[in-house]
């Protein structure tokens, strides 16, 4: 099957379910991001893919909380997409983070997802 394009991640209350793809106008489901068909999975919520991994080749959502490493300490930051505008925000000191700076990370590492 044709890689196609990572959509969204699918979540049931606090749990993720599954994710979401498309593949020339057809949309796939896959509970592992493995094996994809066209059975749809039952969700609530679905984040947004933002076009990032981490350090391990991990696909990162809107709503995310990741660390990385900026000169000598260690940060954390929840990334937001609004529209196709994508924000960080440091969790730790309440302020902004530059998302191309996350993106350049080494260190990037997939923490969590905030249900916000």
Sequence with gaps: MPLGVLEYRLRRANKVVG??????????????????????????????????????????????????????????????????WLEAFDIDEEVSVSVEDLQQAPSLTFVGFSLD
Aim: no cysteine; net charge negative; hydrophobic share 25%.
């Design 19 to 84: 994710y979401q793809k498309s593949v020339q106008g057809q949309t796939f489901y896959s509970k592992d991001l493995l094996w994809w068909n066209g059975t749809r999975i039952d969700h609530d919520e679905r984040d947004a893919y933002l076009e990032m991994k981490d350090k391990n080749d991990r696909p990162l959502f809107d709503g995310d909380i990741v660390s990385f490493r900026e000169e000598t300490r260690e940060r954390r930051a929840q990334i937001r997409k609004t529209g196709d």
